[in-house]
Nanobody, 124 residues
Framework: QVQLVESGGGLVQSGGSLRLSCAASGRSVSSTAMGWFRQAPGREREFVAAISAGGGARSVADSVKGRFTISRDNAKNTVYLQMNSLKPEDTAVYYC?????????????????WGQGTQVTVSS
């Protein structure tokens, strides 16, 4: 079993930056792909970014491309989401997810473990 705990969310003004962290415990996630998803009120949970087990492959959603970067530190069992140039439409609960496979996917249902989420609010 893998437990995931997100941190780093908060309130920020439009144009600001935040870095989210996802700390894994229970076992090493160095062989698992990791992803970030978000869910705004009244909307479905959507893909934001993902990274392969070794970190060599990654993807971000078109809506955040050029602004968000996903990275991982397998020695620390942690995944990060650097968010720059934040917009009010980025406001959501952000979730970290782990997949029992080395290759990432943008499909929410293919992730096996989820964190509790961290709130990100961007004011205009």
């Amino acid at each position: 079993q893998v437990q995931l705990v997100e941190s780093g969310g908060g309130l920020v003004q439009s144009g600001g930056s935040l870095r989210l962290s996802c700390a894994a415990s229970g076992r090493s996630v160095s062989s698992t792909a990791m992803g970030w998803f978000r869910q705004a009120p009244g909307r479905e949970r959507e893909f934001v970014a993902a990274i392969s087990a070794g970190g060599g492959a990654r993807s971000v959603a078109d809506s955040v491309k050029g602004r968000f970067t996903i990275s991982r530190d397998n020695a620390k069992n942690t995944v990060y989401l650097q968010m720059n140039s934040l917009k009010p439409e980025d406001t959501a609960v952000y979730y970290c997810a782990a997949r029992e496979a080395g290759l990432f996917t943008m499909t929410r249902d293919l992730y096996n473990y989820w964190g509790q989420g961290t709130q990100v609010t961007v004011s205009s």
